[in-house]
């Protein structure tokens, strides 16, 4: 658990596959979403709302606006000079393997780690790639 906005204590870590079903309406992925605040606060990071803005620009007008309306309840997790130095630990470690990730990817579970937090994906097979990094799967 980590603190975040305000001094409150986060238990997750949602990634953009995450936040994307979620805004696609996913029935699933809805309750996930409730059962997941009724435990807890969960965190989102500044580089998966970019990436929605990016989707929904691409879109419609009306995709923005539920890119806002979901930003209005989402609580941010921090992007700290610690999990910088994570992120490029992480990027030069899989490059070196063979199996590098998106960089959008590689700064969420920077973040994560830095925090202690799981992350909460579709995305297992890119996130498994990650030493130390635990995953929820949905």
Known sequence: MANGPEGATMN?????????DLLRGDAGVRRRFVE?????????????LGSLYHGARRM???????????EGILQFLPLRPRAARIFGMIAASLEARGLPIQAEDTFIAAIALDLGLPVVTR???????I????TIAY
Do not use: M, Y
């Open 131 to 134: 030493p130390g990094l635990a």
């Open 36 to 48: 997941l605040r009724a435990t807890g606060n969960v965190g989102a990071t500044p580089i998966s």
């Open 12 to 20: 997750v870590c949602l990634d953009t596959s995450f936040l994307v």
């Open 60 to 70: 419609s007008g009306r995709e923005w606006k539920k890119v806002q309306a979901l």
């Open 123 to 129: 995305n297992t097979r890119h996130f498994g790639r």
